[in-house]
C-alpha cells in the first residue's frame, strides 16, 4: 500500500491522499543498485553487442558484486552487528535489506553462470577457447605441466591445517584450494591443507597455449598437478573457495593526532577485517562447507554462495576481453580534440576569447584539454599559482607530473588530496608523499567531509592584471577513466567562478567555516542541497498551464529523501520531471495521482554514464547546472562538491541534445515502471536503432569536420596586399 489512505495500488485516491513519508513510496538503496549491475548483465546477453564486449559486461558484472559486498554489505553488517535497527526511508532494517539483497544477488548469480556458458560456445565458434583438462591433448598437458614446474610451482606454499597448524589468515579476493589428502600406507590418517592460488600481481588467471587463443584456468593446471605440491601424498578431495572481506573500516577522524598515518592504519586494518562472504565450488561437500564457514565466522546458510560448476571470480576474465580480433570489439574510436583549442595557440588565450569551452569527455580528448590545461599552466612564465583537488588519478595520467613540473618551475601549487577515495588510498598516500617531496603545499581537506569536487584554479598574470582560469568538472583526473566513462567539464575565465574557487579553496585548506559568500558556485554541503530544493520549489510553484514547470537531472544516483520527496511534490502539481539515473534511485515514477508526470530512465552502454546535470525550465529563463555531486545524503551533506553553472547558448545546446538523446534512446535506454522495476526499451524504427553515445560519438565527429572546414576556409581566404598570381 502506497499510504494509510490510499486503497490497493492508489490510483482512485487525489494526491492530497499521500504520506509523502510512506515509505511504500521510496525505494532501497540497494536493491536499486543491484537492479543496476542486473542491466549490466543483460549487455553481457545482448547479442547486439559484439562478443568479446559481451565478455566484458560479464566481468563488470563480477567485479561490481566484489565491491558490493566490500562495501554496502559490509557496511549492513557492521550495523546489523551494533544491533541497529532503526529502518530506513524505505522501511526495511539493516536485516531485511542483507536478506532481500542476497535473493537478488543469488538470482543474478544464476543469470551470470548461464551467460558464460552461452559466451563460451560462441567464443569457441571464433577460435577462442577455455579448456579443462580432460579437453586437452598430450601435447599440451606436457607443456602446461613444465610450464607449471617452471612458473607457478614456486610461487606456491602448501599449509597444513592441523593442531600444530593454525588455520591459516585467507586475503580478501583470493582464490584457495582447501586439498583433503591422505597419508601414504595409513588409511586411518588424513590431513587438511589450504593452497592459495597466485592469481593478480603474480600470475594470469588464464594461460595461453602457444599459438592460439586457448587457455586453461591457473585453477585447473594447479589441480591436475598437485602430486609436485604434495609429493607421495594421496589427493582425497579439492574443493575453491574464495572470500570478501569488509572494507569499511574509517575511524573518526576528529579525533586523528595525524590524518596520513590514520589512514595507513585503516588500509592494514582493512587487510584483517571481518569476512561477509565465501563462495565454493558447487561440488564442496558439506563438511568442508560447514568447516570453512566455521572457521571465517560465517552463517553457512546465509553467507557461503554457490558457483555451481562454473568458475569463481569472473571479473578475471577481463583478462580475455583485450584479445586482438577486431569483429569481436566495438568499432575503435579515439577522441576527437576539441575544435575550440587549436594546437597552435595558447591555452589561456583561447579561453579568454571564449569565456567558456565545454568539454565532453571520452567523445574529446582529455589529454589535449584538461591535462594540456595544467601542462600549460606549469610551463606558462605569466602563471603565478596553481590550486587542485585530486580525488582519483592513475599511473597513465600527466596530472602530478605536471603539478611537480609547476613547482619546479616556481609556480605556488597547492593540492587538496582526499585520502580517503575507497579502494585509491594507498594510491593518494603515494600521490600525496610525491608531490610533498617536490615542494607542492598538500592538505587533506577538511575533517569529516570528504573532498569530491573536481576543480582546477589557475591565477596568471594576465596584459591586465591577476586573472582566475578554471576547469570545473564531473569527473576525475584519471586518464584511464577519461576514455571508458561519460563526463563532462569546463575550462573558463569567468572571473565570478574564480572568485568563488578561490573561496572554496580558502576553506579546504584551513577548514575555517565563516559565513562565504558564492556568487555562482553551488558547492556542498553549505549551499547545493538548499540550492536545489529551492530550485525545485521554485518551478513547483511556477508551474502553470501556460509557463509548465520542466525540471531534468542527469546522474549516477536519486538516494537523498529531501530531494526525492521535493520532486515527488513537483510532479504531483503537474510539473514535468524527468530524470537520467544510471543505478540507485528511490523515486518512483507514473504513480497515480503522485507522479503521473514523471518519468526515470536508466543508460547502460559502451561508456559508463558518469555526467552529472541539473536543468530547470525557471518559467523560460533556463538554468543549466553541472558538477560533481549526486543526490545522494552523503554528496549533498557529507562531502565538498561543486557544481557550476553553465552559461551561453552554444553550451547548453550541447547539453540540450545530451539530455534529449538520452530520454529519448531506445537502443540503451531502460524505463523504470511505477514499481521500481525497469523496462528494456525497444527500438520502434530504423533511426532508434542508434543510442544516444552513439549520436555523441557522430556528434564529436563533426563538430571536428567542421572545425578543419573553417580552418581550410581561413588559409584559403585571400590576404589583403599580397599578389597571389
Not at 585467507?170 to 592459495?196: G, H, T
Not at 584483517?272 to 568447516?291: C, H, K, L, N, W
Not at 553553472?645 to 553550451?651: E, H, Y
Request: hydrophobic share 35%.
Amino acid at each position: 500500500m502506497l499510504s494509510a489512505e490510499s486503497g490497493g495500488d492508489g490510483a482512485t485516491n487525489p494526491p492530497e491522499s499521500y504520506d509523502l513519508n510512506d515509505p511504500a513510496l521510496y525505494l532501497n538503496r540497494e536493491l536499486t543498485w543491484l537492479a543496476f549491475n542486473g542491466r549490466v548483465l543483460h549487455e553481457a546477453q545482448d547479442e547486439r553487442n559484439p562478443l568479446l564486449e559481451r565478455l566484458k559486461f560479464l566481468a563488470i558484472v563480477s567485479s561490481n558484486l566484489d565491491e558490493f559486498f566490500m562495501k554496502r554489505i559490509g557496511g549492513l553488517k557492521q550495523q546489523l552487528g551494533a544491533g541497529m535497527t532503526k529502518k530506513t526511508v524505505d522501511g526495511r532494517t539493516p536485516k531485511e535489506q542483507i536478506t532481500a539483497c542476497y535473493e537478488m544477488v543469488r538470482e543474478q548469480e544464476i543469470g551470470q553462470r548461464e551467460v558464460f556458458c552461452q559466451l563460451r560456445e560462441e567464443l569457441s565458434g571464433h577460435g577462442i577457447e577455455i579448456l579443462e583438462y580432460k579437453q586437452l591433448a598430450r601435447d599440451d598437458i606436457d607443456y602446461l605441466r613444465a610450464h607449471f614446474h617452471e612458473n607457478i610451482f614456486p610461487l606456491i606454499t602448501p599449509q597444513s591445517i592441523d593442531p600444530a597448524h593454525p588455520f591459516p589468515f585467507i586475503s580478501n579476493l583470493s582464490l584457495n584450494f582447501l586439498v583433503l589428502v591422505r597419508f601414504p600406507n595409513q588409511e586411518d590418517k588424513s590431513s587438511l591443507a589450504r593452497i592459495k592460488v597466485p592469481t593478480g600481481d603474480s600470475l594470469p588467471r588464464f594461460i595461453q597455449l602457444p599459438g592460439r587463443y586457448h587457455y586453461v584456468p591457473l585453477e585447473e593446471v594447479m589441480r591436475n598437478n598437485l602430486d609436485m605440491l604434495l609429493p607421495e601424498m594421496e589427493v582425497i578431495s579439492e574443493h575453491m573457495f574464495r572470500v570478501t572481506r569488509n572494507s569499511n573500516t574509517e575511524r573518526n577522524e576528529d579525533h586523528a593526532d595525524d590524518l596520513l598515518s590514520m589512514i595507513e592504519s585503516e588500509l592494514r586494518d582493512r587487510r584483517f577485517a571481518p569476512i561477509v562472504r565465501m563462495q565454493i565450488e558447487g561440488d564442496m561437500d558439506e563438511t568442508s562447507r560447514g568447516m570453512l564457514a566455521a572457521e571465517l565466522g560465517l552463517n553457512e546458510n546465509e553467507d557461503v554462495f554457490d558457483a555451481g560448476g562454473d568458475m569463481l571470480a569472473m571479473r578475471d576474465l577481463f583478462q580475455l576481453v583485450g584479445i586482438d580480433i577486431p569483429e569481436l570489439h566495438y568499432e575503435p574510436f579515439q577522441p576527437f580534440d576539441h575544435p575550440q583549442l587549436s594546437a597552435s595557440s595558447n591555452i589561456f588565450h583561447l579561453i579568454r576569447e571564449r569565456g567558456t569551452i565545454l568539454l565532453q569527455h571520452p567523445y574529446e580528448s582529455f589529454g589535449t584539454s584538461v591535462e594540456r590545461f595544467l601542462k600549460e599552466a606549469a610551463l606558462d612564465p605569466k602563471v603565478r599559482a596553481i590550486k587542485m583537488t585530486l580525488y582519483r588519478t592513475s599511473s597513465d595520467t600527466q596530472v602530478i607530473d605536471n603539478l611537480i613540473r609547476a613547482a619546479r618551475n616556481g609556480k605556488q601549487v597547492a593540492v587538496v588530496v582526499e585520502l580517503k577515495a575507497r579502494f585509491d588510498e594507498a594510491a593518494n598516500i603515494r600521490w600525496a608523499a610525491r608531490m610533498e617531496e617536490a615542494g607542492i603545499h598538500v592538505t587533506y581537506g577538511v575533517i569529516g567531509l570528504k573532498t569530491h569536487s573536481k576543480i582546477v584554479l589557475v591565477v596568471r598574470n594576465d596584459y591586465n592584471g591577476l586573472k582566475r582560469y578554471l576547469h570545473i568538472g564531473t569527473g576525475n583526473y584519471h586518464a584511464g577513466t577519461a576514455r571508458l566513462y561519460s563526463d563532462l567539464g569546463i575550462l573558463t575565465n569567468d572571473q565570478d567562478l574564480g572568485r568563488d574557487a578561490t573561496e572554496l579553496f580558502n576553506y579546504l585548506t584551513t577548514g575555517y567555516t565563516p559565513e562565504r559568500y558564492y556568487r555562482k558556485l553551488l558547492p556542498a554541503p553549505k549551499v547545493l542541497k538548499a540550492a536545489l530544493l529551492a530550485r525545485i520549489e521554485r518551478e513547483r510553484r511556477g508551474h502553470s498551464a501556460e509557463k509548465p514547470g520542466l525540471i531534468q537531472f542527469k546522474m549516477n544516483a536519486l538516494e537523498d529523501a529531501d530531494i526525492t520527496r521535493a520532486l515527488y511534490q513537483a510532479s504531483q502539481e503537474g510539473v514535468r520531471v524527468d530524470l537520467i539515473v544510471r543505478d540507485t534511485c528511490r523515486f518512483r515514477p507514473g504513480v497515480p495521482g503522485l507522479s503521473t508526470s514523471a518519468r526515470v530512465i536508466s543508460i547502460v552502454g559502451r561508456f559508463l554514464e558518469h555526467t552529472r546535470i541539473y536543468y530547470f525550465h525557471n518559467g523560460g529563463e533556463e538554468e543549466y547546472f553541472i558538477g560533481s555531486a549526486d543526490c545522494m545524503k552523503r554528496n549533498l551533506e557529507s562531502r565538498v562538491e561543486v557544481v557550476t553553472p553553465v552559461i551561453g547558448d552554444s553550451l547548453r545546446d550541447e547539453l540540450r541534445f545530451m539530455l534529449d538523446s538520452q530520454l529519448n534512446d531506445y537502443r540503451n535506454g531502460w524505463e523504470m515502471n511505477s514499481d521500481g522495476t525497469y523496462s528494456k526499451r525497444v527500438p520502434r524504427n530504423e533511426a532508434e536503432e542508434v543510442g544516444s553515445q552513439a549520436r555523441m560519438i557522430a556528434r564529436a565527429k563533426e563538430r571536428e569536420k567542421q572545425a578543419n572546414r573553417y580552418q581550410r576556409g581561413r588559409s584559403r581566404r585571400p590576404v589583403a596586399g599580397r599578389n597571389l598570381r
